[in-house]
């Protein structure tokens, strides 16, 4: 059964930093598959935030997260973590990692990443 699971999620101030974990069982994590971190604040459509190649380490990051958030992927523990600074209230949401089946990530919609796990959710506060 594929299963992931976000770890790391808490309340933060403005400017503080969190970690998220996402930890993978059978091949999901561990292959040459796009994988990636999303996020869906309250009465928003979820959105992508961070993209991974894990065969060629290419990465693609939201405008509204780079060179605030980096991405970061452990093949021999089977984890996808995103580490995350200078948080802004508007970072506020629920974080979820996924795994695409395909081996590129160029022009990837959220509906081509079948595989996900429940959350962890994001409090940036003022």
């Known amino acids: 059964q594929v299963q992931l699971e976000e770890t790391g999620g808490g309340s933060v101030q403005t400017g503080g930093s969190l970690r998220l974990s996402c930890a993978g069982s059978?091949?999901?994590?561990?292959?040459?598959?796009?994988m990636g971190w999303f996020r869906q604040a309250p009465g928003k459509e979820r959105e992508w935030v961070v993209r991974l190649n894990p065969h060629n380490g290419a990465t693609y990051y939201a405008a509204s997260v780079k060179g605030r958030f980096t991405v970061s992927h452990d093949n021999a523990k089977n984890t996808l973590s995103l580490q995350m600074s200078s948080l802004k209230p508007e970072d506020t949401a629920m974080y979820y990692c996924?795994?695409?089946?395909?081996?590129?990530?160029?022009?990837?919609?959220?509906?081509?990443?079948?595989?996900w796990g429940r959350g962890t959710q994001v409090t940036v506060y003022s």
């Open positions: 996924a795994q695409s089946t395909t081996n590129y990530c160029v022009g990837l919609r959220i509906s081509d990443f079948p595989y």
């Open positions: 059978g091949y999901i994590l561990s292959s040459s598959d796009c």
